[in-house]
């Protein structure tokens, strides 16, 4: 039989015997259970269904589970802190490198012997030493090798890291990675004895002095004013580094006047609340908060900020006034810009338009004249700060274009503080000033 006639018997033999869809269909199931039947039977028990990956936080009526919880964090810290390296482990490690080190002069340090090293050092010391640390810490060397100070430092910082979060963790009380204030305010609260350079400060000032260091991390650190700061947050700033300086002895009254952290900057922040609060009520009114800095903050300001923020029948408590303190202060962050936006837009759409600007000038326009100069234009102001910023739209300048102009703060200043107009306006006349000896 030739190769035309089998294939044409073939297929005339397959067409007899072709199936429905539905018979396809019921054959396509059956095998589908088969394999299935297969596939399960190898997996163990604990795998045949979703695995739990959320547990809901115990309730204030479930005592036990909350001290389960507690008992288990506790545990799960203390075997992370064993794993960290002490102090004597610290100078082992540094002996190490300077016996290993490849050229003693320049305490430089190869790859080889860097590999060396890792060899020789413990399982606690093992991790930071991975080619990836070796290349980061490489500093344009024509040669590759590392400097042995640069690695030794690189572990101090990694262990002073692991034991600051850890120690962080323990205050938080529901483990989700966060502080609220109140652990914020214990964390603070525990540490100052610790902190040398608080140590002329009076018990009676602690609580004053807790809630001015916890209000700059929840103002920095919590965007969205949900009264708590993620710890990695608090680990990636600089505010705990400013905190733990303190425990410097020899610190200089230079330095401490410029961190907020200090007595000295703490005393000087509450003196200046207690000067303005004039009835001695413990609470700020706006005729009192006008004599804040230069004394030359707008009324219009002044109004909106008792419109926009936190008051008691029209008076402001220390918190509030720390907030503005630190916004007035640092008007050129991000943060700052944004409480400060908030107040200035007055109609609450996202935005400022040559109208809110006019708004602010005109308190600006009045003291010029209260003071005997002759009031500057504001279409002359208004085109002036439309260029500064360069917003997306030409009428409309949003937060963003605020911030990213990198002149946020002087445009603030000029709408809200005559002083700070007036230095801005002047600016040209003081530069050219001939210096004298």
């Not at 936006?341 to 935005?351: A, M, S, V």
Request: charged share 25%; aromatic share 12%; hydrophobic share 35%.
């Amino acid at each position: 039989m030739d190769l035309k006639s089998l294939l044409k018997s073939r297929l005339e033999k397959n067409a007899g015997s072709k199936k429905s869809p539905l018979e396809l269909q019921k054959a396509e199931d059956e095998q589908f259970q088969n394999y299935m039947k297969q596939y399960t039977k190898k997996l163990p028990d604990d795998a045949k269904g979703i695995p739990r990956f959320y547990n809901k936080l115990p309730k204030e009526d479930e005592p036990l589970r909350q001290k389960l919880r507690e008992e288990s964090r506790s545990n799960l810290l203390k075997r992370k802190s064993l794993n960290l390296l002490d102090n004597n482990e610290l100078k082992e490690l540094w002996v190490i490198l300077d016996q290993n080190q490849s050229y003693p002069d320049e305490q430089l340090i190869t790859y080889a012997d860097y590999q060396k090293v890792t060899s020789i050092v413990g399982p606690k010391v093992k991790p930071y030493f991975t080619s990836v640390v070796f290349a980061k810490l490489q500093q344009g060397d024509p040669q590759g090798r590392v400097s042995i100070m640069s690695l030794f430092n690189y572990v101090m910082r990694k262990v002073w890291l692991q034991q600051t979060r850890i120690g962080l963790s323990l205050y938080d009380t529901t483990g989700q990675g966060y502080l609220t204030e109140m652990d914020l305010e214990n964390y603070i609260t525990e540490l100052i004895p610790t902190l040398p350079q608080l140590e002329g400060l009076e018990k009676s000032f602690y609580s004053f002095y807790v809630c001015t260091a916890v209000r700059k991390f929840l103002f920095f650190l919590d965007g969205v004013r949900a009264g708590r700061v993620r710890i990695l947050d608090i680990l990636a700033c600089s505010f705990l580094d400013d905190l733990l300086e303190l425990r410097d002895e020899e610190l200089s009254k230079e330095l401490q006047e410029q961190n907020w952290f200090s007595a000295p900057s703490a005393l000087r922040i509450y003196g200046h609340y207690l000067n303005l609060d004039r009835d001695h009520n413990g609470m700020l009114n706006k005729s009192e908060l006008a004599g804040y800095g230069s004394g030359t903050l707008t009324q219009p300001f002044l109004d909106r900020v008792f419109q926009t923020l936190l008051t008691y029948s029209g008076e402001m408590d220390y918190k509030t006034y720390l907030d503005l303190v630190l916004a007035l202060e640092n008007r050129a962050e991000p943060q700052a810009l944004a409480f400060l936006f908030r107040i200035l837009d007055i109609n609450n759409q996202g935005y400022l338009d040559a109208f809110t600007l006019n708004y602010f000038f005109r308190a600006i326009q009045d003291q010029m004249r209260a003071h005997g100069a002759e009031a500057v234009s504001f279409e002359d102001v208004k085109d002036e700060l439309f260029d500064m910023v360069r917003p997306r739209d030409p009428e409309k300048i949003t937060l963003n274009d605020l911030v990213s102009c990198g002149q946020g703060d002087t445009f603030v200043s000029i709408l809200i503080e005559f002083h700070r107009f007036w230095a801005y306006e002047n600016r040209e006349a003081v530069t050219s000033e001939p210096s004298q000896d």
